[in-house]
């Protein structure tokens, strides 16, 4: 339970970020609540008031939902079930995702070199004085 807050932690942070102008004011906050939730992630702590779900029932459903299966690889052999095709788009939206931090990271590598580098020769003086 602890890595679904963990998680939705995350998530509420990055949409954080996401809105226009917030880094802008400050970053604590941000960092506060990352920290927070890996702090949660590592130290088990159970609330008095917090609600125990069953997970017999959970895990039995959840279970016989992942190992539904949906149609026969064309391939042959065995079948393709629901956890199969979650496995296939998870891999797929990740290699995407990695493909595009790569040609975001090239375009931003570009810009970069592109600048032209200015020095002050009396303030490299003054500090080397210093």
């Known amino acids: ?11 509420f942070s990055y949409l954080i970020i996401k809105r226009n102008g917030f880094l802008l004011l400050n970053v604590f906050p941000i960092t506060a609540l990352l ?5 949660r992630l590592v130290i088990s702590v ?3 008031f917090a609600t125990v779900i069953r997970s017999q029932t959970i895990y039995n459903s ?3 939902l992942m190992t539904l299966e949906i149609f026969k690889w064309p391939s042959g052999g065995s079948m393709a079930t629901v956890g199969d095709l979650l496995i296939i788009i998870w891999t797929v939206g990740s290699v995407i995702a990695a493909i595009y931090q790569i040609i975001c990271y090239r375009k931003d590598y570009v810009v970069i070199n592109s600048w032209t580098i200015e020095r002050d020769v009396e303030a490299e ?3 080397y004085d210093v």
């Open 1 to 11: 339970m602890a890595i679904i807050w963990c998680d939705i932690f995350v998530v």
């Open 125 to 127: 003086a003054i500090l």
């Open 35 to 39: 920290f927070i939730s890996l702090l």
């Open 62 to 64: 959840l279970l016989r």
């Open 46 to 48: 159970e609330l008095p």
